[in-house]
């Protein structure tokens, strides 16, 4: 009976830690997304050039090292 316990409580960590990579992944895509509206929304209104934009979504990202 303990052995089953056990396997309850290590499949429900599990799964809760599972979930809570899900919604991290989430809610970070939502905030890239988020970005990319308002960095366009600047050089839409001319506040910053098109190359300045993309240079700021470029910054940080892996595929801008190399």
């Not at 809610?27 to 990319?36: A, D, F, N, P, Y």
Request: net charge positive; proline share 2%; glycine share 10%.
């Amino acid at each position: 009976m303990d052995t089953n316990l056990a396997m309850i409580i290590f499949t429900s960590i599990v799964g809760f830690l599972g979930m809570l990579g899900i919604l991290h992944a989430m809610s970070k895509s939502k905030e890239r997304e988020q970005t990319r509206r308002e960095v366009a929304a600047y050089v839409a209104e001319g506040s910053m050039t098109p190359e300045q934009g993309e240079r700021l979504l470029s910054a940080g990202s892996a595929r801008a090292c190399r």
